[in-house]
C-alpha cells in the first residue's frame, strides 16, 4: 500500500492534534527524517578520527541515525527533551525492520493493540480477534449490498420472478427423452 494512503488512513482514523492539525500517527522511512538539535558536537577531519572541534550549537541532524533505512511508525506527543526544538514532536512507536511493503491491516491491529493494552495473547487468541473482525467486515459488507443490491436490475428482476438463472451445466430432461 502507498506510504500517503497509509499516512491519510491513519490522520482519518486516528484523529490530529486540533491545535497543530498534525496527525496523531504517521509512517515515515526513517533516512528521510531530520531534526533540529541542540548539544555538544564534535568535528573530525573527514575518514579519519583526528578532532577538529568541540563546539556547543544547534544543528540539523538525521533523527534515526541509529537505525538501518526502515519504515517508522511515529506519533505525536508533547516534547519534554530540552535538545529539540519543538511543542510537539514525534516518537517513534515501532520500526518495521527489513520490511519493505506495508499492509495495513497489520498497522491497524498494532495501534488497537498499542492503545488497547491488555496481557499478552496468545496465538489463538490473536486468531480468534482477527477471525472476529473477519466476521465483523462480512457483516458490513452483507448490509451495504443488500441495501445496495434491491436498486440493481438483474437483481430486482430475480426477486420478482422475471429472469432466471440457469447452471451452465444444465440439461433439459426432454431432450434426453426425445432422443
Given at each position: 500500500?502507498?506510504?500517503?494512503?497509509?499516512?491519510?488512513?491513519?490522520?482519518?482514523?486516528?484523529?490530529?492534534?486540533?491545535?497543530?492539525?498534525?496527525?496523531?500517527f504517521r509512517i515515515v522511512w526513517s533516512p528521510d527524517e531530520l531534526e533540529y538539535r541542540t548539544g555538544l558536537f564534535q568535528d573530525f577531519v573527514p575518514g579519519t578520527n583526528i578532532l577538529i572541534r568541540s563546539?556547543?550549537?544547534?544543528?540539523?541532524?538525521?533523527?534515526?541515525?541509529?537505525?538501518?533505512?526502515?519504515?517508522?511508525?511515529?506519533?505525536?506527543?508533547?516534547?519534554?527533551?530540552?535538545?529539540?526544538?519543538?511543542?510537539?514532536?514525534?516518537?517513534?512507536?515501532?520500526?518495521?525492520?527489513?520490511?519493505?511493503?506495508?499492509?495495513?491491516?497489520?498497522?491497524?491491529?498494532?495501534?488497537?493493540?498499542?492503545?488497547?493494552?491488555?496481557?499478552?495473547?496468545?496465538?489463538?487468541?490473536?486468531?480468534?480477534?482477527?477471525?472476529?473482525?473477519?466476521?465483523?467486515?462480512?457483516?458490513?459488507?452483507?448490509?451495504?449490498?443488500?441495501?445496495?443490491?434491491?436498486?440493481?436490475?438483474?437483481?430486482?428482476?430475480?426477486?420478482?420472478?422475471?429472469?432466471?438463472?440457469?447452471?451452465?451445466?444444465?440439461?433439459?430432461?426432454?431432450?434426453?427423452?426425445?432422443?
Amino acid at each position: 500500500m502507498d506510504l500517503h494512503l497509509i499516512n491519510q488512513k491513519l490522520r482519518d482514523q486516528w484523529g490530529i492534534d486540533v491545535a497543530s492539525d498534525l496527525p496523531n500517527f504517521r509512517i515515515v522511512w526513517s533516512p528521510d527524517e531530520l531534526e533540529y538539535r541542540t548539544g555538544l558536537f564534535q568535528d573530525f577531519v573527514p575518514g579519519t578520527n583526528i578532532l577538529i572541534r568541540s563546539v556547543n550549537e544547534t544543528r540539523l541532524v538525521k533523527k534515526y541515525n541509529y537505525l538501518d533505512p526502515q519504515y517508522v511508525l511515529e506519533q505525536l506527543r508533547p516534547n519534554s527533551n530540552l535538545e529539540i526544538h519543538s511543542r510537539l514532536s514525534y516518537e517513534p512507536v515501532w520500526c518495521f525492520g527489513d520490511q519493505k511493503q506495508l499492509v495495513w491491516r497489520a498497522i491497524e491491529l498494532l495501534l488497537h493493540f498499542l492503545r488497547n493494552p491488555r496481557k499478552p495473547f496468545t496465538e489463538q487468541q490473536l486468531v480468534g480477534l482477527e477471525q472476529e473482525q473477519i466476521e465483523e467486515d462480512e457483516r458490513l459488507m452483507d448490509e451495504l449490498l443488500e441495501g445496495q443490491m434491491k436498486f440493481d436490475p438483474s437483481y430486482s428482476a430475480y426477486k420478482d420472478g422475471d429472469l432466471i438463472f440457469v447452471p451452465s451445466n444444465y440439461e433439459r430432461n426432454n431432450d434426453k427423452e426425445s432422443k
